[in-house]
């Protein structure tokens, strides 16, 4: 009996021994990566390699994956062809030729474990697994800041701003940054709660509210939030734009200034008084302005009481003064004021003096002076009528005066402290006299019965009046102390003899001048004297040569017995 039993255990363990053997002999080693990234919507590629001795005709390749702890067949591969696909993985499974198997149109549903189990009939040769993971970039988180803003008084945490990223995967998470520094989480100080939702595509929206105190110099203070998630094993951020929030804090200061500058305003120019405080909201501003009686007079209707800002059109001396700013706080009623002093620079009472005073007549001589009033020092420069300048100084001596020399000067006072301060004084130098005519069209020539234009110019102040002795028609024109006179007339035969007075008077006198009319010959009578000259050249020319020629002959018997005459005188 104990004999059997030890025959039966020792074929038990042979039995043993020579399944392991067998199942040694028919073990294969089935190469595969750990994890595989693919990006959602992409192509995952899962390789999984192995080696036979034989030509592995008749190997086949089965894929599972795991959901949960049990395994669900994918896929049966046989010679490089799918059979058996899954019906939810139908149309996105493909095979390649190194035994490969791609899955495209990856969702996050398959980020799962894959096996890939090879065998031949009905043996498991070998296996192995893969891990995919699946990833989605997030979009890029985005910030709203409070549109309430934040109080430096307020006793809860108020909310600076909201961050929130899209459509994920894995779940990203959200970090919140001031100036570039990450804030942590603070009690009463900082909170930073978050949000995670899980889309119906799979993918995760991660969104975040910052809280948090602030100070007066939170103002300036630029806030931030980044997402961060995982890709290809590495971490990744991706930031928002920087937002400023309003931040409301009491007014410490207040500053009143005159714009532009008080030391450069002038008569005439528009002037703002700016007040400003250092709070937020701003206060409720009102002005004064202290009067020759000492009294403040309330000047806030000239004003914009919300910008704080006091508008003075076209000042004069009298704006010059005391000016006062108040501004009150409404959240705890507290008031501060500032006071200013308004100086308007100007220049009064120009006035232009001349000596003699006397109407002055030509060759006289006349000294302006000009003189003004100002708090400020003054230059002085004398100007024509074209304004140029004629000298500097606040004296002008004109001497050897003529009618020509008479003209308007203008005396220009400036202020070269305040630029564009400035005052003018015009004085008219008018030198009297008779008239003198300076310019007429003698001698002129013309023809009988044509129109013609006779032309008289004279200089004379008072301003001359011009008479002609003929009748016409007249065209009279001034030029500063000039008069012209042109008179159209036709030329007849006693105005061509008489010729034409031109007379030129005012109350100091009276000037003529005449003026010649010679005729002139028409270019077809001119023509008919040169040939009829031409004609008697000609005609003496012709009988000349006829005598000198019957001279020669002997035709002229006059000639011969004067020359018989003479032989005979001779002889004797």
């Known amino acids: 009996?104990?004999?059997?039993?030890?025959?039966?255990?020792?074929?038990?363990?042979?039995?043993?021994?020579?399944?392991?053997?067998?199942?040694?002999?028919?073990?294969?080693?089935?190469?595969?990566?750990?994890?595989?990234?693919?990006e959602a919507g992409g192509t995952a590629r899962i390789e999984c390699s192995f080696y036979t001795a034989e030509n592995g005709s008749s190997t086949s390749?089965?894929?599972?994956?795991m959901d949960r702890s049990s395994r669900v067949r994918l896929c049966r591969i046989a010679g490089g062809e799918i059979l058996e696909e899954n019906v939810d993985y139908k149309g996105r499974l493909s095979a390649g030729e190194d035994r490969a198997l791609s899955i495209s149109r990856v969702t996050v549903q398959d980020a799962r474990t894959f096996v890939c189990q090879v065998g031949e009939g009905s043996h498991v040769l070998g296996e192995n697994q893969t891990r995919l993971h699946v990833y989605k970039v997030p979009e890029a988180p985005e910030i709203v800041a409070s549109s309430g803003g934040a109080s430096v008084r307020s006793s809860e945490i108020p909310e600076i701003a909201r961050c929130v990223s899209r459509n994920g995967f894995p779940p990203p998470n959200i970090t919140w940054h001031k100036n570039g520094e990450q804030l942590q989480p603070e009690e009463n100080t900082v909170k930073m709660p978050s949000t995670l939702t899980?889309?119906?595509?799979?993918?995760?929206?991660?969104?975040?509210?910052?809280?948090?105190?602030?100070?007066?110099?939170d103002r300036h203070s630029l806030y931030h939030c980044s997402v961060h998630y995982w890709l290809r094993g590495q971490r990744r951020t991706a930031e928002s734009r920087r937002v400023n929030i309003t931040v409301f804090y009491p007014m410490e200061h207040v500053k009143l200034q005159v714009l532009?500058?008080?030391?450069?305003?002038?008569?005439?120019?528009?002037?703002?008084?700016?007040?400003?405080?250092?709070?937020?909201?701003?206060?409720?501003?009102?002005?004064?302005?202290?009067?020759?009686?000492?009294?403040?007079?309330?000047?806030?209707?000239?004003a914009d009481t919300s910008s704080g800002v006091l508008n003075l059109h076209d000042v004069n001396k009298s704006s010059s003064g005391l000016y006062k700013c108040q501004a009150l706080d409404l959240d705890d009623m507290r008031q501060l004021e500032k006071v200013v002093e308004l100086?308007?620079?100007?220049?009064?009472?120009?006035?232009?003096?001349?000596?003699?005073?006397?109407?002055?007549?030509?060759g006289d001589s006349v000294r302006l002076s000009c003189n003004a009033h100002s708090p400020l020092s003054l230059d002085y420069q004398w100007k024509d009528e074209k304004d140029r300048m004629v000298?500097?100084?606040?004296?002008?001596?004109?001497?050897?005066?003529?009618?020509?020399?008479?003209?308007?000067?203008?005396?220009?006072?400036?202020?070269?402290?305040?630029?564009?301060?400035?005052?003018?004084?015009?004085?008219?130098?008018?030198?009297?006299?008779?008239?003198?005519?300076?310019?007429?069209?003698?001698?002129?020539?013309?023809?009988?019965?044509?129109?013609?234009n006779l032309t008289c110019k004279a200089i004379a102040f008072p301003r001359p009046s011009v008479h002609w002795s003929i009748n016409g028609t007249a065209h009279e024109y001034v030029e500063d102390q000039h008069v012209a006179s042109n008179l159209t007339v036709r030329v007849s035969h006693d105005l061509l003899r008489?010729?034409?007075?031109?007379?030129?008077?005012?109350?100091?006198?009276?000037?003529e001048e005449h003026i010649q009319l010679l005729d002139q010959k028409t270019p077809e009578s001119k023509g008919v004297i040169i040939v009829a000259i031409i004609v008697c050249i000609l005609v003496v020319a012709v009988l000349g040569s006829v005598i000198y020629f019957l001279h020669k002959k002997g035709k002229i018997p006059c000639g011969r017995a004067g020359k018989q005459d003479i032989a005979r005188n001779t002889s004797i």
């Open 61 to 65: 390749i089965t894929w599972f994956y």
């Open 1 to 38: 009996m104990a004999g059997g039993r030890r025959a039966a255990g020792l074929a038990l363990r042979w039995g043993c021994c020579l399944l392991l053997c067998c199942a040694a002999a028919s073990s294969l080693e089935v190469s595969m990566p750990a994890v595989v990234e693919a």
């Open 498 to 511: 008489a010729g034409a007075m031109c007379r030129v008077s005012n109350a100091l006198g009276v000037s």
């Open 343 to 362: 100086v308007v620079n100007y220049i009064e009472g120009v006035r232009v003096k001349m000596e003699p005073s006397s109407p002055l007549r030509e």
């Open 260 to 302: 532009p500058s008080s030391a450069l305003v002038k008569e005439g120019d528009d002037v703002k008084l700016v007040c400003e405080a250092d709070g937020n909201p701003e206060p409720v501003f009102s002005f004064s302005k202290r009067g020759l009686d000492n009294v403040w007079h309330d000047v806030s209707s000239l």
């Open 198 to 217: 899980r889309e119906s595509s799979g993918l995760y929206t991660v969104s975040s509210t910052l809280f948090a105190h602030v100070t007066r110099q």
């Open 391 to 452: 000298a500097k100084g606040s004296q002008l001596f004109l001497s050897n005066l003529t009618f020509e020399t008479s003209r308007n000067l203008s005396c220009k006072v400036m202020a070269p402290s305040v630029p564009g301060l400035e005052q003018s004084k015009r004085v008219a130098v008018a030198v009297e006299g008779k008239p003198r005519i300076v310019s007429i069209s003698s001698p002129l020539y013309v023809r009988q019965n044509e129109m013609v």
